[in-house]
């Protein structure tokens, strides 16, 4: 089993910047993929971005490219968004997602190809 916490929300102006973190610990080994999600109420959980934990690589939803840095410590225990240039439509609820998908084929932004979730931490910027 893996736990993930995450943290750093909060309320920040149109063009200001978030750091998230998402802590994890139990088998973390477990785990090669990770990823951040967020969610409004009465919308869908989309991906926002994700890591491969072995090689580094990353992955970002068209509209943050550019914007929002994922990252990972060298101990590869905790993961990190760094948001700037943050937009009113950045406002939501955002989750930690851990995924064991040793496989071709894994798709970063799909909810169900993740195992471990975190309870979330809101993001809201005002206009």
């Known amino acids: 089993q893996v736990q993930l916490v995450e943290s750093g929300g909060g309320s920040v102006q149109t063009g200001g910047s978030l750091r998230l973190s998402c802590t994890a610990s139990?088998?973390?080994?477990?785990?090669?993929?990770m990823a951040w999600f967020r969610q409004v109420p009465g919308k869908e959980r989309e991906g926002v971005a994700a890591i491969h934990t072995g090689s580094d690589s990353t992955y970002y939803a068209d509209s943050v490219k550019g914007r929002f840095t994922i990252s990972q410590d060298n101990a590869k225990i905790t993961m990190y968004l760094q948001m700037n240039a943050l937009k009113a439509e950045d406002s939501a609820m955002y989750y930690c997602a851990a995924a064991a998908a040793f496989r071709p084929g894994f798709r970063w932004s799909r909810i169900q190809e993740y195992n471990y979730w975190g309870q979330g931490t809101q993001v809201t910027v005002d206009s």
């Open positions: 139990g088998n973390t080994r477990s785990t090669n993929w």
